[in-house]
């Protein structure tokens, strides 16, 4: 006989689910022995955080890196509540998970059971509810099935994002028959929005008869980059990508300008002005502080604006627009593409630029600084030289603080033409910008990723938060390398209150070696003060190896970082 564990594995394997992160504990139980048994036949396994915000962060690195649904669990109680932070930032950034936990046995609801997180205790199901698609308590074995088909279709769906289900221990290992999972999910996936004819005719009109159109790609633009790119480099359009949809466009393209908002160029933000764009055409992004750079209205918040979208929540701030849309990107730019080839200026672009030199849009006062061999490190000098040197399928991610920012502005994308054109290569959790994020998903990335190199770059105050669970990395013998920016700071607080005028409080942080630290975890390990020291690093021979690696940088935290846009937000002055 199954148990309703079983049951819940069976149809994450019909959506094509490896892994699921989380932490044993007693009422969870259940579901990890369901878990062994799933392994020995050769099925979803189980993969262990050291914390249940760990194993949130993991799903959503996981579901990130494979575009499946990412799967977390925790225990009742403190591991529910240890789980929400991570499920917030999932929420924040749409990204689709299920998540669930477990409760105790129904029978002992209101009576003190250790753990308790019942709706008379304290009400986790309840706790979730505000960040989440979907959101239950199973209270019957029959609600089950039911319940996990709704919570899968709201994770996967148009406004992607998780699901919570709260499952009762007596509930999880209630035996059910050996045939209880054989329908199919096919009514429950797949939800792609067709965009009206009126709509498509409306928007070819409107780029046909401009003279000079911006192209901003956010995350969602993902399905659709190689027909945008090809599309302007036949029209000689302008690109431009929001923050989230660094990556999407190679970083040497001759009509890339870079990144627009949190962190971004200013080449970008020129070739959005009024008298550069008669349109911008913004797809598949919100438009949040972070990809309108603090709410700018002389770029994308204008009577200029296009939007795209297939999530409806995005165009809830597009009341400005010349026209938003609704509709699966890659429907609607695909059938755009069509349409408008054959109104072609011919504006065939020059070659990419080569990755030796500096993307043209970084600022002429930046550049000697990122082009550094020598002395001290420089952020920017790292950022320009690791992006230079590592493989060209590298996923990298930055954490919150100082290591995003200097992410977004100073590392560089290289895409190979044999690489999959809808592939992200570069990720920031910014929608609720967790402290500590990209330590957990780089190891749900690097667990997806198969043998693709992955490197985390975290702050010294991110790594003293989350930096255990750099020994599932280990456990997994997963090919990932964290680089940690250690300047002793929180970097972002540090000059945030500096820039501000604020006082100098709470920023400081003990000089740490965490190169000493990962050696006693067992983690191969380096300690570098110089860009000398960095250089000499073999880093493709470590990213060739499998295993995790940690590199404590020990930089320049005088070096500003680029945060203009955020500190106008926090001062008042956008």
Request: hydrophobic share 40%.
């Amino acid at each position: 006989m199954l148990e309703n564990g079983d049951l819940i594995l069976r149809y994450l394997e019909l959506l094509g689910v490896e892994f699921v992160f989380g932490v044993p504990g007693g009422s969870i139980e259940p579901l990890f022995n369901a878990l062994a048994r799933s392994e020995r036949r050769g099925g979803i396994r189980a993969v262990i955080a050291r914390h249940e915000a760990g194993a949130a962060f993991m799903a959503e690195g996981y579901a990130r890196e494979t575009g499946r649904l990412g799967v977390c669990c925790s225990t009742a109680g403190p591991g529910a509540t240890n789980l929400i932070t991570g499920v917030a930032s999932a929420y924040a950034d749409n990204i689709p998970m299920l998540v669930i936990s477990a409760q105790t046995s129904l029978d002992r609801f209101g009576q003190g059971s250790l753990q308790e997180s019942s709706c008379t205790s304290v009400n986790t199901v309840e706790m979730f509810s505000r960040c989440t698609q979907y959101n239950t308590l199973v209270s019957h074995t029959a609600q089950l099935e039911p319940k996990l088909l709704q919570a899968i279709s709201y994770a996967l769906g148009n406004q992607p994002g998780p699901a919570h289900l709260g499952v009762p221990l007596d509930i999880m290992r209630q035996a059910i028959p050996e045939d209880s999972s054989s329908r199919n999910l096919r009514a429950f996936i797949d939800h792609d929005v067709a965009p009206s004819q009126g709509s498509m005719q409306s928007l070819v009109n409107e780029l046909a008869e401009a003279s000079k159109v911006t192209v901003v790609l956010g995350e969602g633009a993902a399905e659709t980059a190689g027909i945008l790119v090809a599309l302007a480099e036949l029209k000689g359009w302008k690109l431009v990508t929001t923050p989230r949809g660094k990556g999407l466009v190679d970083s040497f393209h001759p009509l890339y300008q870079g990144v627009f908002g949190f962190a971004g160029h200013e080449a970008a933000a020129v070739a959005l002005k009024p008298g550069n764009a008669d349109r911008v055409l913004v797809v598949g992004t919100a438009l949040d502080e972070v990809s309108t750079s603090g709410w700018d209205t002389t770029a994308l918040l204008s009577d200029r604006l296009i939007h795209l979208s297939g999530n409806p929540d995005h165009l809830t701030r597009s009341t400005m627009a010349r026209l938003a849309i609704l509709g699966s990107p890659r429907l609607i730019v695909a059938s755009m593409a069509d349409m408008l080839k054959g109104a072609s200026n011919s504006k065939h672009p020059e070659q990419l630029g080569t990755p030796d030199a500096l993307p043209s849009y970084i600022a002429a006062e930046n550049r000697v600084m990122c082009q550094a061999t020598s002395g001290r490190i420089k952020p920017q000098a790292m950022m320009t030289y690791m992006s230079r040197v590592c493989p060209a399928d590298t996923r990298v991610l930055m954490d919150s603080g100082n290591s995003f920012l200097w992410g977004i502005h100073h590392w560089n994308i290289r895409r190979a033409p044999e690489q999959d054109d809808t592939k992200k290569l570069f990720h920031i959790g910014i929608g609720f910008a967790s402290m500590g994020w990209a330590i957990g998903a780089s190891v749900g990335v690097a667990r997806g990723a198969g043998n693709a190199p992955v490197i985390c770059f975290t702050g010294d105050g991110s790594f003293l938060m989350a930096g255990q669970e750099i020994t599932t990395a280990l456990q997994e013998d997963l090919n990932l390398l964290m680089v940690v920016l250690n300047d002793s700071a929180l970097g972002m607080v540090k000059h945030g209150q500096r820039l501000s005028g604020g006082e100098a409080i709470g920023n400081r942080l003990p000089a740490i070696r965490f190169a000493d630290i990962a050696s006693a975890m067992g983690i191969e390990s380096y300690r570098v003060e110089t860009m000398e020291e960095l250089r000499a690093l073999d880093l493709n021979d470590i990213l060739a190896r499998p295993g995790p690696c940690l590199i404590d940088a020990a930089i320049d935290g005088n070096e500003i970082p680029p945060m203009g846009s955020r500190m106008k937000v926090l001062t008042g002055a956008a």
